[in-house]
Every structure is written in structure tokens, then in C-alpha cells.
């Protein structure tokens, strides 16, 4: 990857922009609106969002607020667990494209799956919302589909009952949890995996090992963790509502890390680790 606009191939021909902008934590109304028009005046062409966010409406509109064209912007939402099932999660499409403001969404993700502490059916209601998930792709309302924080199991499981194998995997990945794994099964099964809290949620910053790589090449800690990601074959999704830091973000691609920098990151101790997995994620995620 030279350039922030250099993308991935998803196995279905869609081509997905290297780095993402992602919104998590991105206040409603202003705050969002203005920040994504900045992350794209500062080059980004891939915003991603979620229903559960609660500023799909202000991402929209920083979009629409901005002087590209629709088509040249690469937008990814997710389902939120509420609306889990075939007609709950036809609707929820509906609703994010409505928020959004647009006629087709770019990528369409189930933000969390659904597990066996929430129903001993865990892995039909997942194919059934899979199935919107398929039919509104047939439709063109989604260019792509995919998953986000599923395990191996949870991706079995769905494949064993859908007609369209899920494209992506959106994971928690970054200098000090890397989910080796779930990574090589993403990859093994065709997915894309895209990684987000690349900085740990911010707790990586202060690490001293990073900061020793960042001095020589005179890069930010942030920046090291980004270029990180890219070349561990992720995409890699960056957050910041700072216009600096925006740009700052983007200033990933005239450097490489050695084989041994990279080593040296992949070892690290766990840091930063939301604590978020499937079986134990967040109590609203688990309805």
C-alpha cells in the first residue's frame, strides 16, 4: 500500500480503501459532521460507522457536506443486536440508509454475534439475519457484507447455513493484541480483516517499546501502530476528531518497518485489550 486511497479486493470484486475513518465514540450532530468533513478534505475515502455509534445521521451529512461524490466514498455501518432476525434486521438496513442519507451502503456488517448465553439458538438467529443481510445484497442495497468480532465458531456455524459467504471481519487488533487466530481463519476462509482500535483505545501510546521504533523513524507512536496494521495485511481503521491528529494519521506511507520491527510488535504483552469478545462482550451487545 503506497497511498491512503490504495485498496484491498474483497472476493466479490469490491474494492475497499486502505485506511478507514472510523466514528466510535464521535459525538452526534457537529462534532461527527464536521470531523468526517475534515478526515476527507484530509484524503480518507472510507468512513465507517454504526448503528449503536448514534451518529449515522451527522456522518451522513458530513458526507453529503463534503465536494466528493457519493460514489467515491466508501461507507460501512453495522447492525446493532436489537434487531436481530430476518424482518428486525430487513428494517435495520432500511433505518441506516435512511440515517445515512444515501440509496446503498458500501459494507454492512452484524456488529456482534449472536451467542449461547443469550439463546440456545444462537446460530439460527444469526442465519436469520444473515438472510437480510443476503437478500438486500442481491437487491443492491449493499456493494458487500460481512461480520465484525466473530470467532471461528460463530463463522462456521453462519457459513453452514448461508448462500453468500461474509466478506469481512472487523476485529479489535493492534500493537499488543493481535488475535492471531481469528486472524488466520478470516484470511483462510476469503475475508478481509479490518482492525479497529489500532491504537488499543489509546493505551499503547505510552508504551516505551513503541516509542523506542517511533524514534527511529522519526514517527509518532500512533503512526508506528497504523503502518503496524497495513503490513500485517489489515485494514486498518483510525479515529481522532482533531484535525491534526486527522492528518497526522494519514502520514503512514513513506516509511516501512523492518521484519524485525515488526517482530518486535507482534510480541509485545497484552496491552490494551478492550476486554470485548463475543462471550463477554458489553452487556447491551449481548441482548
Known amino acids: 500500500m503506497n497511498k491512503l486511497t490504495d485498496s484491498f479486493e474483497l472476493y466479490n470484486g469490491v474494492k475497499v480503501p486502505c485506511v478507514g475513518y472510523g466514528t466510535y465514540l464521535t459525538p452526534d450532530g457537529e462534532v461527527a459532521k464536521n470531523s468526517v468533513v475534515a478526515a476527507i478534505n484530509a484524503g480518507y475515502r472510507h468512513i465507517d460507522t454504526a448503528f449503536a455509534y448514534g451518529n449515522e445521521k451527522a456522518v451522513g451529512e458530513g458526507i453529503k457536506a463534503s465536494v466528493v461524490n457519493r460514489e ?76 465484525s468480532n466473530f ?31 481469528t486472524v488466520e481463519y478470516s484470511k483462510e476462509a476469503g475475508m478481509l480483516v479490518q482492525a479497529f482500535s489500532p491504537l488499543g483505545c489509546g493505551a499503547v501510546l505510552g508504551n516505551e517499546t513503541l516509542a523506542d521504533i517511533a524514534k527511529k523513524y522519526n514517527k509518532t507512536v500512533a503512526q508506528i501502530c497504523l503502518r ?8 486498518v481503521l483510525t479515529k481522532s476528531v482533531t484535525p491534526e491528529r486527522i492528518i497526522e494519521n494519514t502520514k503512514i506511507f513513506d516509511f516501512e518497518l523492518s521484519a524485525e520491527d515488526m517482530a518486535v510488535i507482534s510480541a509485545m504483552p497484552q496491552v490494551g485489550f478492550t476486554g470485548w469478545l463475543p462471550e463477554n462482550a458489553p452487556a447491551d451487545a449481548l441482548v
Request: charged share 25%.
Open 72 to 147: 467515491d466514498i466508501f461507507i460501512t455501518t453495522k447492525h446493532w443486536v436489537t434487531m436481530r432476525g430476518y424482518e428486525k434486521a430487513t428494517e435495520a438496513i432500511d433505518i441506516s440508509l435512511n440515517n445515512l442519507g444515501v440509496d446503498y451502503l458500501d459494507l454492512y456488517l452484524i456488529h456482534w454475534p449472536c451467542v449461547e448465553k443469550v439463546s440456545p439458538d444462537w446460530a439460527d438467529i444469526n442465519a436469520s439475519t444473515w438472510r437480510a443481510f443476503e437478500d438486500a445484497y442481491k437487491a443492491g442495497k449493499i456493494r458487500a457484507i460481512g461480520v
Open 228 to 235: 503496524f496494521v497495513l503490513q500485517s495485511g489489515l485494514n
Open 151 to 181: 470467532q471461528k465458531k460463530h463463522y462456521d456455524a453462519l457459513v453452514e447455513r448461508c448462500e453468500i459467504k461474509p466478506m469481512v471481519n472487523q476485529i479489535e487488533f493492534h500493537p499488543g493484541y493481535t488475535q492471531p487466530e
